[in-house]
């Protein structure tokens, strides 16, 4: 019996040192996970202010652009015309069109005037008459100062 007590006594140790070696193995084992699931506070610090810069560089010219179109329909709301003052603008430019197109019918109208009154100077003046005769007449001369260069002719 004393063999079945030392084998049974070295058992119960090799066990014993065995369930402590598995122990301290998973002890280790978790010593490990649990530092690997611990948040990288620097890793996350660095990436938040990567985003936050990245975000300031795409939101700052949104931003102008919304204060130029912010500004621009200030401007518009403030130039805009309203119904009535539409419709005497639009009056008000339908009447001046219509005294520059009479203007312009009066100024027509006196151009032509002018027009026939030079006509009628210059017919008055030197008429296709007056050429005709003036031109027999130049004939009537040449033909005597002919006749007259030729000593026995006759008129």
Do not use: C
């Amino acid at each position: 019996m004393l063999h079945v007590e030392q084998s049974m006594a070295t058992l119960s140790r090799d066990m014993r040192d065995g369930f402590a070696l598995v122990g301290k193995q998973i002890t280790e084992q978790s010593e490990r996970f649990s530092q690997s699931q611990k948040p990288q506070w620097q890793a996350y610090g660095v990436m938040v202010t990567v985003v936050v810069v990245l975000g300031g560089l795409v939101y700052w010219p949104i931003r102008e652009q919304g204060a130029r179109i912010e500004t621009a329909l200030y401007q518009i709301d403030k130039d805009k015309l309203d119904r009535t003052e539409f419709v005497t603008a639009q009056e008000r430019g339908k009447e001046t069109r219509e005294r520059i197109n009479a203007d312009i019918l009066r100024g027509d109208i006196e151009l032509q005037r002018q027009i026939d009154e030079l006509k009628k100077q210059a017919m008055d003046t030197y008429s296709l008459r007056d050429v005709v005769v003036e031109l027999k007449q130049n004939q009537k001369e040449m033909q005597e100062m002919v006749l007259r260069g030729r000593p026995n002719a006759g008129p």
